[in-house]
């Protein structure tokens, strides 16, 4: 076993603190692993959540030999395609940690399981589609979305948002609302409420 510094020490138990606090909070879909690039033929220091079916005390990647030969090798690499040993599609991100001297001591890797997420984006996207022919119809009152967008509009003049408007200019909104003739839309105060966040009698107070 190679001889550490303290600092290098303490590093590796800390990136293990965080590694298992991240293995508890994505489970079950991210394995989290840290390698001891101090020891590359036996690197995987430990391993949360296991999903590869690899073991402590396994060696380094192809990354890991990498950054232990590079001391410029990127330190940071994200959500680059993988696979697991059992043919499962795999996202992993990959981070180098460095000692105070500029050295890859550890890296802190994780691997998430898409084969879940494909399978439900495969029945999200049957679950979305609508036929390409029938029948037109819209379930939103007509002058609705001319609503919605004024008051986007009136917003965004004042650099803010529609349910952060202050008391003032809801109802300088509204005078331009009527003036428009927008207020005359069926379900128009309904409308601007739920824009608003606030409720139909604050609006009806509003355009008073």
Partial sequence: MPQRTAEQRLLLEQINQIAD???QTFA???EVVVHDLLEPEQSILAIHNNLS???VG???TEIGQARITDPDFPQILTNYANQFADGRQAKSTSIGIKDSSGRYIAALCMNVDLTLFRSLQVAMGQFVQTATEGPR???DPAGTDAIRARIDEFAARLATTPRSLKTEDRRALLGELKASGLLDVRRAMETVAAHL???RASVYSYAR
């Fill in 21 to 23: 606090g991240l293995g």
């Fill in 28 to 30: 079950p879909f991210c």
């Fill in 53 to 55: 079916g690899r073991a």
């Fill in 58 to 60: 396994e060696p380094t």
């Fill in 137 to 139: 119809e819209t379930l």
């Fill in 197 to 199: 966040g606030v409720s």
